[in-house]
Every structure is written in structure tokens, then in C-alpha cells.
């Protein structure tokens, strides 16, 4: 048994309301440079819908993922020789088409045009070159089915579902699916990086790409599968969501779950036997993948568990924090959290509980109870529309687990429903999905009422073997000229400086006119630094 360390995600699809404040915070924060106008490290889809890129799931085009050969794993994007075969000439990498031609509108115009006759407009224009474009397609086309069925006919997803469900779809159900780059277990963009730039962090799993190392070959932007690597035309280079890891290191969320209005999104510690994952990985039947990963995850109150991992150097609060990791218990002990397209083999660490919503929504179209547990549980079991298509992305469409978590979900409702107006709940209720009335209790006041410190339980920083995060365990982002930062933000930064030294850390003086402020990149929200403010009138800067 080799524990390691994983810092994981979940989404409470039901909590998601498409406002995509999580996907702007993200872009300001991490891609509002030259290069990276196309590029959202956190999208909101609406689904039913082709998504970002469009029809990204489509694995027989792009070749993402690992699929196995003679019981083995290998990279869909074929072996090596394969691979440097296509170094120059890749045509399994999405166009900016496949994306979409981003454009900003002509304001000046709006505002300066002269007087006269008409009234000025501010017409669309491209970020690339700056010349008149026609919006054709965006990162949320797709929103509240605004793309109309003959771009929902290109959803991968539902094109593998009955036909009943194509033609009910539109009265059936739509939700939103946040999406960030998913840490992966076995990630296919490491293991396809001809130059070694892409890694995955030993103390808390987070997936990076070395600058310094990355030769823009763009083989891990064809080798994910989920099409969360992006390629810089400015700087050359490969980028990927970070999961915010200044902020992770400080014990801090990321910018999308801080910032995310429904309150939907849960981080916390997951401990797992690395042993284990190249053969879940290589599971032969797909639909067994998804308890495969599940018996990766070690329980942080087994004593074995916590032995090996403290052998490991994982420090004693990291093991704490996985007993109090609500993404844990979302994953391992409520079973309602799923991962994304498990059949894919990378082993996804960002899951989602799936949305109950469609099924009530359909009951209470019919003139029933939508909160009934009676109601619910048949409803789960009848409407297999939204039941299908769930699976498809959740399970590699075993229905069965789907079906499983929507139930436990459809109790809490009944359960609490109850104990809100004052009755005696059925305790026959919880029984029927095999679990406790305090449970239901419990596992509703995490997805219901869960307050900050609940959602977000990050220990700080420590690196593999090392007691701290000094420069070995870190990303050649750290330094000068990495994403979104400038170098006099880091100019105070050495090797080996620990943590606190980052996050709180003034600008150092000198000639530029920003001397002496504080850096927020990475400022945990604590206290009044010197810095954060201008001086008073009269006070020394």
C-alpha cells in the first residue's frame, strides 16, 4: 500500500444556476492575457449540449484518454512513434473553430462616432486580429438549449441514448455542468508530454505544466480528453487550470468556489493507494471503472491507513483534514458524488452529485407530489430519460449508480420535508437507500447548510517528504513570467521560501510605481497587511 495525498473536488449539480461568475473570476484571475482569448479554464455547459470545445466528448475524433490493448493502458493518441510522427502535423487538435473565434465589440465606435442620421452601433469584433467577425458559436452556445435542436444533435452524450430521448429532451430536463480540469488519478496528458513539462504534484495531486520545460508540441492538448489544456499562440506554451494552487498551498479555495454564487462547490483531501490506479485504470468492463476508483480511496480512520501514510510524510493534519473532508464523504461514505466519463481511464478527481431536479421537474409536470418519496422513488425508476443520459456521463452508462445516488438524494428531500412541517419522518425512508435518519441529517446539513469552513477543508502546503513546499516540489509558474503574474509580484520570491512568504508577502521597494503595495495574488483574506491599503494623508507610505 503506497497512500498519497489528493486534493479533490465535488459539484452539487442541483445548486448550479448557469451564472457563470465562476468562469469570469477564473478567466480574470488566470487567462486575461495575449495568447489566452479563447481560453476558460473553468466553463459552465448546459446540458444537453455539445460543450466546450464542441463535441470535446466525441473520443473517436480526438483520441483522449487511455483505452487498453491486450490488457494494457495506452494513450488513444496512439504509442510514441505515433505520436512524434504527428509533432509538426496533428490532426486530432481542435481549431479555434471547435472552440470559438473570440471577439470583444467596437465601443469606440459606440462612443465616439460623429453625429448624424443613424444610430451607432458597437459591431463584434475579432481578439485575434481585430477585424469584423460574425459571432458564430461561444463557451455557453449552448445555454438554456439556446443552440436549438439542430446543434443539440451534436451532444456526444445524446447521441448514444434511445431515440425517445432525443425527441423528449427539450420537456424532459436541462442542467448546468461547471467544468475545471479534473487532477486525474492516471492523467493522459503527463503520460503523452514528449517533453516532460506536464506533472502531477506528489504532496496534493494537482496536474501543472513546467513553463520552462513545455515546447508547445500540443500532444496533451489532443491526449486529454476532457480538452482542459489550452495552447498560448502568444507565449507558445501549453496552460491548464492550476486549481489555484497559491491559494490551495495557503489553506485557501480556489477562485471559482470561492466566488460560486450557489455555494455548489466542495474541496477537501482524499487519501488513496497509488498502487491501486493502474489497475482500476485498466478495469476491462467500463462500467466497472467507477467503483474501481472507489476502492482506491483508503479510509483516513483506519489505523493501517494511517501508519503508511504517516511513513509516507503526509503530515498528521493532512490525515485530520481527510477525516473532516466533505468531499470524502460526498464520495465514499454518502455515495452520491459520481465522476466524470469514468471510461475515459484517467480516474477524474472532480465528481458531482447529480441533479435530482429534472426528475422532479417531470413529476410535478404530471399534477404529483414532486417531494413524495413514494412519488420520487418511482418516478427514478420510470423516467429513465434524464436516468440515461446521466449515466452517460457520470457511469459509462450504468444506470445502477445513477439511479442509487438520485434515490439517497430523493430521501433526504422526504426526510427533511418531514421534520420541516413538523411530522414524524417515515423511517422507512432512509431504510429503502440503506442508510440512517441521522445520516440523511447529516449529509443534509453538507449539502444544504454547510458553512465555509465545512465546504472547504485545505490543510496548508507541505511538500512530499520534505515537511514544506520549497522549490523542488513547486511549478516553474511560480517564477517570473508565469500565467497572470508580472515580475515585480515576485521579485521578493527565492528558492526554498516557505509559504507564508508567498501569500503575504509586500512588493518589494524599488523604482516602479507600484513599490510598496501588497501582493494579493495569493493573500488568504486574513488581517490588514501593510500594503493592502494607501496610507493615510500624513502617514508614511
Not at 495575449?34 to 448546459?46: D, I, L, P
Not at 496533451?220 to 506554451?237: A, I, L, R, T
Not at 443520459?389 to 438524494?409: H, I, K, N, S
Request: charged share 25%; proline share 8%.
Amino acid at each position: 500500500m503506497r497512500v498519497m495525498a489528493q486534493i479533490a473536488m465535488v459539484m452539487n449539480l442541483d445548486k448550479c444556476i448557469g451564472c457563470h461568475t465562476c468562469s469570469v473570476t477564473c478567466k480574470q484571475t488566470w487567462t486575461n492575457r495575449a495568447g489566452t482569448e479563447y481560453v476558460w479554464f473553468n466553463n459552465v455547459e448546459t446540458r444537453p449540449g455539445q460543450g466546450y470545445p464542441r463535441g470535446y466528448e466525441d473520443q473517436d475524433r480526438w483520441k483522449g484518454g487511455w483505452r487498453l490493448r491486450n490488457g494494457r493502458l495506452v494513450p488513444r493518441s496512439g504509442g510514441r512513434v505515433r505520436r512524434l510522427s504527428r509533432l509538426f502535423a496533428n490532426p486530432e487538435l481542435p481549431l479555434l473553430d471547435d472552440y470559438y473565434q473570440p471577439w470583444t465589440y467596437d465601443y469606440e465606435n459606440l462612443i465616439n462616432a460623429p453625429l448624424g442620421d443613424d444610430v451607432p452601433t458597437a459591431a463584434p469584433r475579432s481578439l485575434i486580429d481585430g477585424s469584423p467577425t460574425a459571432v458564430t458559436w461561444g463557451p455557453n452556445w449552448d445555454d438554456d438549449l439556446g443552440g436549438g435542436p439542430e446543434h443539440l444533435a451534436g451532444d456526444p452524450v445524446l447521441r448514444r441514448v434511445s431515440q425517445e430521448v432525443r425527441l423528449e429532451y427539450e420537456r424532459s430536463f436541462m442542467f448546468y455542468l461547471p467544468r475545471i480540469c479534473e487532477h486525474c488519478l492516471n492523467p493522459s496528458c503527463v503520460a503523452v508530454c514528449p517533453s516532460g513539462a506536464m506533472y502531477k504534484r506528489l504532496e496534493d495531486g494537482i496536474v501543472l505544466v513546467d513553463q520552462d520545460r513545455c515546447r508547445g508540441w500540443r500532444m496533451c492538448v489532443s491526449g486529454c480528453p476532457y480538452k482542459k489544456v489550452y495552447f498560448n499562440h502568444d507565449s507558445g506554451k501549453a496552460e491548464k487550470c492550476t486549481l489555484c494552487y497559491p491559494r490551495i498551498e495557503a489553506g485557501a479555495p480556489t477562485v471559482c468556489s470561492e466566488t460560486c454564487v450557489g455555494r455548489l462547490r466542495y474541496l477537501g483531501v482524499m487519501l488513496y493507494d497509488a498502487d491501486r490506479v493502474g489497475e482500476a485504470a485498466a478495469t476491462p468492463r467500463e462500467e466497472d471503472l467507477y467503483p474501481a476508483q472507489l476502492d482506491c480511496f483508503l479510509s483516513p480512520d483506519d489505523p493501517e491507513v494511517v501508519a503508511a501514510a504517516e511513513a509516507a510524510g503526509i503530515p498528521h493534519d493532512w490525515i485530520l483534514a481527510a477525516r473532516r473532508s466533505p468531499v470524502n464523504a460526498l464520495i465514499t461514505r454518502y455515495r452520491v458524488a459520481l465522476p466524470l466519463h469514468p471510461e475515459y481511464r484517467t480516474m477524474p478527481m472532480v465528481w458531482y452529485v447529480p441533479p435530482l431536479s429534472p426528475v422532479v421537474d417531470a413529476l410535478a409536470g404530471t399534477g404529483n407530489d414532486g417531494e413524495d418519496a413514494d412519488n420520487l422513488f418511482g418516478a427514478i425508476d420510470a423516467l429513465r430519460i434524464p436516468l440515461e443520459y446521466l449515466a452517460g456521463l457520470f457511469t459509462a452508462g450504468d444506470t445502477a449508480p445513477v439511479e442509487a445516488a438520485l434515490r439517497r438524494l430523493a430521501a433526504m428531500r422526504s426526510h427533511m420535508r418531514a421534520l420541516n412541517l413538523g411530522e414524524e419522518p417515515d423511517p422507512t425512508v432512509a431504510e429503502d437507500v440503506g442508510m440512517r435518519p441521522g445520516e440523511i441529517e447529516e449529509m443534509y446539513r453538507l449539502l444544504a447548510l454547510a458553512k465555509y469552513d465545512e465546504r472547504y477543508v485545505i490543510p496548508t502546503a507541505y511538500a512530499a517528504g520534505a515537511g514544506r513546499a520549497d522549490a523542488a516540489a513547486g511549478c516553474s509558474l511560480d517564477g517570473p513570467g508565469g500565467p497572470g503574474m508580472t515580475e515585480d509580484m515576485f521579485a521578493g520570491m527565492r528558492a526554498g521560501a516557505d509559504t507564508a512568504a508567498f501569500h503575504a508577502s509586500p512588493i518589494p521597494d524599488g523604482g516602479d510605481e507600484r513599490s510598496g503595495r501588497f501582493n494579493l495574488f495569493g493573500w488568504d483574506g486574513r488581517g490588514r497587511p501593510d500594503g493592502l491599503f494607501p496610507p493615510r494623508r500624513g502617514e508614511a507610505g
